[in-house]
């Protein structure tokens, strides 16, 4: 059974930081790309973050460059989201999602919100 479970998300100030992990089962993790997904009320899911299966080559969204880290560690099948400098349009429902090739999975989200 494929699960991603992402864990992390909460309230924080403006200039603060979090770090999102999205834990993986189920299927051979270190295979797939992994990526973080961000969706704001009213708005549609922008991509944040992806980072390959092979080399760890890492992309990111304009808006987080600079302030958001994402890495991995295959060991324990699990990503992570290091968020620092958050701004209020930051607040949004996190996603992670597992891709390879025409295949994957998405996580169920994780509620950060950026608010003084």
């Known amino acids: 059974q494929v699960q991603l479970v992402e864990s992390g998300g909460g309230l924080v100030q403006p200039g603060g930081s979090l770090r999102l992990s999205c834990a993986a089962s189920?299927?051979?993790?270190?295979?797939?790309?992994m990526r973080w997904y961000r969706q704001a009320p009213g708005k549609e899911r922008e991509l944040v973050a992806g980072i390959l299966r092979v080399g760890s080559t890492t992309n990111y969204a304009d808006s987080v460059k600079g302030r958001f880290t994402i890495s991995r560690d295959d060991a324990k099948n699990t990503v992570y989201l290091q968020m620092n400098s958050l701004k209020p349009e930051d607040t949004a429902v996190y996603y992670c999602?597992?891709?390879?090739?025409?295949?994957?999975?998405w996580g169920q989200g994780t509620q950060v919100t950026v608010s003084s």
């Open positions: 999602k597992a891709v390879f090739g025409f295949s994957y999975y």
């Open positions: 189920g299927f051979t993790f270190s295979s797939y790309t």
